[in-house]
């Protein structure tokens, strides 16, 4: 079966440093990959996605941004934190563009 | 530029009532449409998928359904419990893989 894993589950960091977010699928290859970010009481949106190993396409300009060094990994990562960047982020997989979408447990980032 | 909304915001039931929550959208031309369950801080699971060209999927005590022409889908929840309790989120794909997601409604059900 497939599982996706995602971590660290919470982070507090301050305004200005770095951000480093992992999710990692196990059980299929060349998923899709997905970054979601979920404002509090509100639905997702996509920041994300990749359909194949360094393929990355954005969907909000940001100070964020994603890489898939390997198959079945997906970094989120910034260079310099805003206060803005403070959420839920949530990492996915499909087996395609018309797939079923799984979702790990989340990272609850907050920036001080 | 799809746009997803949920109707209501928040629904409170007593226990074993049977409900239906509601997910409308603008652009008719999906891959499927997908509705999740959401536990406070956690993450999304899925509840039932359905494809463009079906009209509805069942699972256990839940029944989805799709019209494309109208941009409706509907959730149906028989006999509700409180372990049902949760956010409930219906996420529509238009464009390879892409989903745009509504706000979600807070279902409370009362023992």
């Known amino acids: 079966s497939q599982t996706i894993h995602q971590w660290p589950a919470t982070l507090v960091q301050p305004v200005g440093s770095p951000l480093s977010l992992e999710c990692t699928v196990e059980g299929t290859s060349n998923p899709n990959l997905y970054w979601y970010r979920q404002a509090a009481g509100r639905g997702l949106q996509l920041l994300f996605y990749s359909v194949g190993i360094g393929q990355i396409s954005s969907e909000v300009p940001q100070n964020l941004s994603a890489s898939r060094p390997q198959d079945r990994q997906f970094i989120l990562s910034s260079k310099k934190l805003l206060l803005s960047d403070s959420g839920f982020y949530l990492c996915?997989?499909?087996?395609?563009?018309?797939?079923?979408?799984?979702f790990g447990e989340g990272s609850r980032l907050t920036v001080l | 530029k799809q746009e997803v909304t949920q109707i209501p915001a928040a629904l409170s039931v007593p226990e074993g009532e049977n409900l239906v929550l509601n997910c409308s959208f603008t652009d008719s031309a999906i891959y499927n449409l997908q509705w999740f369950r959401q536990d406070p801080g956690k993450g999304l699971t899925s509840l039932l998928l359905i494809q463009s060209s079906q009209r509805e999927q069942t699972s256990g005590r839940l029944n989805a359904s799709l019209d494309k022409s109208s941009g409706r889908s509907t959730l149906y929840i028989a006999a509700s419990q409180p372990g049902d309790s949760a956010t409930y989120l219906c996420a529509v794909n238009t464009n390879a893989g892409k989903s745009t997601f509504g706000d979600g409604t807070t279902l409370t059900v009362k023992p």
């Open positions: 996915a997989w499909s087996r395609d563009s018309a797939g079923e979408l799984f």
